[in-house]
C-alpha cells in the first residue's frame, strides 16, 4: 500500500540519549517534511527537503538534524534528547502538483525522560 | 512570518450545519488548505483554495478571500465521525523552495447528539 511509513510508533528516551526517527515514503514524492505537533502550539515545521541531497531548516530546527540520501527517505535525529523534545513527530510528503496537499506519515509519539 | 488565527473549539449538533473560521497574514500567498484530524490520528488533506471563492467537495466546503485574509471550511449535515480537529494551513512564497505549509493550531470540533 503506497503511503508514508514512520517508525518506532512510539518511544519512552532518556535524556542525553541520541534517537533517531525513521520516515520511509514510497510515492516518489521529491518534497518531504518533519512536523512536531504540542497541545496549544499545533504543528510546527522542523526541517524539510525539496529533492534528494537538498535540505532545509524549519521554524524550529534546533536540537534537530536531517538527511536526504534518496527520494524515499527522511530520517530525523536528535543528537542529545532533550525533555522539550517530548512531543508527537510527524513526517510528510508532497507530489508536485500544484494544489496537492501533503500526505502525512502517522505519526512518532516521543517521550524524553 | 506568517499569522494564523482559528477558534479553538467549536461544538455543533448533529445533522447542523458548522462554520469553522481563519483568518491569516502572510508575505506572500500562495494557497490555503484544511485539514482534518482525527485524535490520537495524523492529519488528512480535505481541500486547496488558491482563488477567491468557494470549492465544494460533497458535504465539505472551503472558501477564500484574499483580499480580506479570510478562509472558512463549512461542514453540512454533521455526523458523529465529523468530531476532530480542523487544522488551517497557508503555504507563503511562489519560489521553487516555498511549498512549506504554515498551520493554524487548529480548531477542536465537538459534535452531540
Known amino acids: 500500500i503506497a503511503g508514508i511509513t514512520q517508525a518506532p510508533t512510539s518511544q519512552i528516551l532518556a535524556a542525553g540519549r541520541r534517537m533517531t526517527l525513521r520516515c520511509t515514503q514510497d510515492m516518489r514524492h521529491n518534497a518531504m517534511y518533519w512536523y512536531r505537533q504540542d497541545l496549544g502550539l499545533g504543528l510546527r515545521l522542523i526541517h524539510y527537503?525539496?529533492?534528494?541531497?537538498?535540505?532545509g531548516k524549519g521554524e524550529v530546527p534546533d536540537g534537530y538534524s536531517v538527511s536526504r540520501a534518496n527520494t524515499d527517505d527522511f530520517p530525523l535525529t536528535l543528537a542529545s534528547a532533550v525533555p522539550s523534545q517530548t512531543s508527537v513527530y510527524f513526517c510528510?510528503?508532497?507530489?508536485?502538483?500544484?494544489?496537492?496537499?501533503?500526505?502525512f506519515g502517522s505519526g512518532t509519539r516521543l517521550t524524553v525522560v | 512570518g506568517q499569522n494564523i488565527d482559528q477558534p479553538t473549539e467549536m461544538t455543533a449538533t448533529e445533522g447542523a450545519i458548522v462554520q469553522i473560521n481563519c483568518t491569516y497574514q502572510?508575505?506572500?500567498?500562495?494557497?490555503l488548505f484544511w485539514y482534518q484530524q482525527h485524535a490520537g490520528e495524523a492529519p488528512t488533506f480535505l481541500s486547496y483554495?488558491?482563488?477567491?471563492g468557494l470549492e465544494e467537495k460533497g458535504r465539505f466546503s472551503s472558501f477564500l478571500s484574499r483580499s480580506k485574509g479570510y478562509s472558512y471550511l463549512l461542514l453540512k449535515e454533521l455526523q458523529m465521525k465529523d468530531s476532530a480537529s480542523y487544522l488551517c494551513a497557508v503555504r507563503d512564497g511562489t519560489g521553487a523552495g516555498s511549498y512549506q505549509l504554515t498551520f493554524g493550531k487548529g480548531t477542536k470540533l465537538s459534535v452531540i447528539p
Open positions: 502572510t508575505s506572500g500567498f500562495n494557497g
Open positions: 483554495n488558491v482563488l477567491d
Open positions: 527537503s525539496n529533492t534528494a541531497g537538498t535540505t
Open positions: 510528510a510528503s508532497r507530489k508536485d502538483i500544484q494544489g496537492y496537499g501533503y500526505t
